[in-house]
């Protein structure tokens, strides 16, 4: 691909992890006075990751306003309820907490490096609130020069309006712009843009992301994001 003059990332499972992930259940579950073993707390929060992800549920269109997002994720969260009665409730109160998200390892260190180097980043996320004060409890708000959220747009990705709304506030071509998230239904839509589209392997809790791909793709030093900030 020729050398990207402007990188788009996804938000969640690809900058940002839920806080704690299965472990969110354990301690939700602990303050309402059920104890829940990691074992259980490990395969409720897959289950509702993997449910979340489905044509079906992304088909439901709670990523367009924030009633729908909170109607479609306290139900899918309601499966906790078999659990402790609330529990459920908890959780969609901690997914739209900004505290309730941390940056990967990586994260930080690439979007330093990124905005270095000269490349301007831009999110472009499906979400039906404001990401925008997450990146600011972890000091990451000013490495990103434009949010393209659907929850503003009325559109979701692969709508390739997103994409192009992200491209126009960074004021580059979306030829030239790199598209990185971890969902190929979703961020692949970046292609049908113009954009080249780079998806990374599935997360695995709160290890790197690989996110060091990203600069060798836009040919910006490595070394550079693995020195201290």
Wanted: hydrophobic share 45%.
């Amino acid at each position: 691909m020729p050398k990207a003059r402007a990188v788009l990332f996804d938000f969640g499972d690809t900058l940002f992890g839920r806080a704690g992930a299965h472990r969110a259940i354990v301690e939700a579950a602990a303050g309402l006075g059920v104890e829940v073993d990691e074992t259980t707390a490990r395969n409720l929060w897959a289950e509702i990751q993997a449910r979340a992800r489905t044509p079906e549920e992304l088909a439901k269109g709670r990523d367009l306003s924030p009633e729908a997002h909170r109607a479609c994720w306290t139900a899918l969260y309601s499966r906790l309820d078999v659990v402790v009665a609330g529990l459920g409730a908890d959780l969609y109160e901690l997914e739209i907490d900004p505290l309730g998200w941390e940056p990967f390892p990586d994260a930080g260190a690439t979007l330093v490096a990124l905005r270095t180097a000269g490349v301007p980043v831009g999110v472009v996320s499906d979400t039906g609130w404001d990401i925008r004060p997450v990146f600011a409890a972890h000091g990451l708000a000013h490495l990103v020069g434009t949010f393209a959220l659907s929850c503003e747009h009325g559109v979701a990705k692969p709508a390739t309006r997103l994409f192009e709304a992200a491209c126009d506030g960074l004021g580059v071509a979306p030829a030239e712009t790199l598209m990185v998230g971890d969902n190929p239904l979703t961020d692949g839509g970046a292609v049908e843009a113009g954009l080249t589209a780079y998806i990374l392997p599935p997360a695995l809790d709160s290890e790197a992301r690989g996110l060091e791909a990203v600069l060798r793709l836009v040919d910006v030093d490595v070394d550079s994001a693995r020195r201290p900030n």
